[in-house]
């Protein structure tokens, strides 16, 4: 990064400093000039722990850090997700700092995704190491305590509007789970017991008891 780009940095890293100060958390922020992938990533890491995404029109999304009952109930998520494809053998487990790079040019990342292994072995190794140009098949949001529900739903939207095939939003708070395909209106279950995956990750399944308890 050039001189004049760690001084754009630092300027929005010092104005962001401040407005965190002073307004609940998440926000939207549009840069004047938008961030490049570089400046984004080094940006993030500037600000750690704080979690950002970009939208497509370049603004950025600030959102708290998970609280420490979120926290667990993602890590839980994730590592259900995580044991069953390592036993399945069919593709990747991606976590909550794993951003992609999608279709409409956003930058996101889910609580946990599932990538299949010819669309991981498809990106370029260089690229790993960045935000990859990759939509995984399957995602799971888990909704935090500080987790409006319109702005997640727009995001469960967004995710399958970029070629996710099946989506599943976990809200802990209402024991409920939303399920998104594409061309198909979102199906709640209320306290399920289990949700079963399909699809790309058909043979999964979530076990709600491991995750409400």
Do not use: H
């Amino acid at each position: 990064m050039n001189v004049a780009n760690r001084a754009f940095t630092a300027e929005y890293t010092d104005a962001m400093s401040f407005a965190l100060a002073e307004i609940a958390l998440p926000i939207r922020v549009r840069p004047e000039n938008p961030m490049t992938d570089d400046e984004f990533m080094s940006f993030c890491a500037a600000n750690e722990p704080l979690r950002f995404e970009r939208d497509a029109n370049g603004e950025i999304i600030v959102m708290s850090p998970t609280g420490t009952e979120g926290g667990s109930v993602e890590l839980d998520v994730a590592g259900e997700l995580r044991d069953w494809a390592r036993q399945d053998g069919r593709g990747k487990v991606l976590g909550p700092n794993s951003g992609c790079k999608l279709a409409d040019g956003s930058i996101r990342a889910a609580d946990a995704a599932w990538v299949s292994w010819p669309r991981w072995n498809s990106i370029d190794a260089a690229e790993r190491k960045r935000c990859a140009r990759v939509c995984p098949e399957f995602i799971i949001e888990v909704r935090s305590e500080s987790d409006r529900l319109p702005p997640l739903e727009a995001k469960m939207n967004l995710w399958i509007d970029n070629g996710v095939e099946l989506a599943w939003l976990v809200d802990p708070q209402e024991k409920a789970v939303t399920i998104y395909r594409p061309g198909q209106e979102p199906e709640c279950l209320v306290e399920p017991t289990s949700v079963q995956g399909n699809g790309p990750v058909a043979g999964f399944e979530l076990i709600m008891e491991r995750i409400w308890g």
